[in-house]
């Protein structure tokens, strides 16, 4: 009998636990209709805000060889056109679609959280953590009071799951108790984290906003730790596990750390979208040569020993 990958994420079914990262080809329909067939059980919006984002200007993205750098200001056409987006994909896609939400501040993240229920999202996920967007992200989801008032007043509407999405400056304990604490379903981690890199050529920094977030392989030791962490002391609540997944290895290493289903991002570059195939073929290969008949049976075994 063949292995099974299924998972169920507070009640969302993946038919692997292979999830597109929020900011990566999750803008358009056709690039998520792409992802959808390169095998992908599940795919992020990239951030959606109340208005129309431009971003940043160029350079917003550095290749470091060991990872990526970027401060893209979270770009985005608003919640209006978003939610048109996110209508059209519920029709054509048979995956789950989870809508990053962002905000400024409670009623903002309110607002959009509304309209892409309204538009039909399978889940949302709140982006309280991207580092390099002032007014945004991290700067709301640091506070762990706010963090958590915003997450509550969020579940509180919607009957879909609500994951909030943390980064390592998060990652304490006490701070992922408050957000679990504010009734939200499960919890992603992690975003990439605040660096910059400097061009000594021209001796500035090499991103226009000074500081961008690390990302990609280099951060997985980081990532893991925080994934391993939160499932030893929350085991019930349910994880995506997201920062340098690029083959099956790496992400069976997030669930066996106690991830439900991982994110894949900035791997995609290197890889393209096969790494999706391929990281649920090398699963089901693993599961079948070690004898087990479900992911689900993976999940947290590193905690066992
Ligand atoms: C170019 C780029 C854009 C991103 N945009 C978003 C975003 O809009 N919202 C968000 O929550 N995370 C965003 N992220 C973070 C990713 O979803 C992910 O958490 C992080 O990159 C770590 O995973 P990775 O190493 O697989 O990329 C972005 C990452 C990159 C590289």
Same mark, same amino acid.
């Given at each position: ?5 299924? =998972?169920?994420?507070? %009640? *969302? ?6 999830? @597109? +990262? #929020?900011? $990566?080809? &999750? /803008?358009?329909? !056709? ?101 390099? =967007?002032?007014?945004? %992200? *991290? ?6 009071? @706010? +963090? #958590?008032? $915003?997450? &509550? /007043?969020?579940? !509180? ?105 991982? %994110? ?42």
């Amino acid at each position: 009998m063949r292995a099974s990958l299924e =998972v169920d994420l507070a %009640g *969302l079914r993946l038919r692997n636990p292979t999830i @597109l +990262a #929020s900011g $990566i080809l &999750g /803008s358009s329909l !056709s690039l998520l209709k792409r992802v959808e067939e390169a095998g992908a059980g599940a795919a992020a919006t990239k951030t959606i805000t109340a208005d129309p984002r431009e971003g940043y200007p160029n350079p917003v993205f550095v290749d470091l060889g060991f990872g990526y750098l970027n401060a893209m200001g979270l770009p985005n056409p608003g919640v209006e056109e978003f939610s048109r987006l996110i209508a059209e994909a519920r029709r054509l896609l048979k995956i789950p679609v989870i809508a990053s939400v962002g905000g400024g501040g409670g009623e903002e993240f309110l607002l959009v959280a509304e309209r892409v229920l309204e538009a039909g999202c399978d889940a949302i996920e709140l982006n309280l953590s991207c580092p390099h =967007v002032s007014g945004y %992200g *991290l700067e709301v989801g640091s506070d762990p009071e @706010l +963090a #958590s008032r $915003i997450a &509550g /007043s969020v579940k !509180s509407i919607s009957s879909k799951p609500v994951f909030a999405k943390i980064s390592i400056h998060q990652s304490e304990l006490g701070v992922v108790e408050k957000v679990i604490g504010s009734g939200v379903d499960g919890i992603t981690a992690i975003n990439t984290i605040r660096a910059m890199a400097i061009d000594v050529d021209s001796m500035k920094p090499i991103l226009s906003n000074i500081y961008g977030g690390l990302s990609g392989r280099c951060i997985r030791p980081i990532a893991l730790a925080v994934v391993y962490r939160i499932h030893g002391e929350f085991p019930d609540i349910p994880i995506i596990g997201v920062g340098g997944v690029e083959d099956w290895k790496s992400a069976l290493e997030f669930i066996l750390a106690g991830a439900s289903a991982v %994110g894949i991002g900035s791997e995609i570059a290197r890889k393209d979208l096969k790494i999706f195939s391929e990281t649920v073929q090398g699963l089901e290969e693993f599961l079948a040569e070690r004898g087990f008949r479900s992911i689900t049976e993976l999940r947290g075994y590193a905690h066992k020993i």
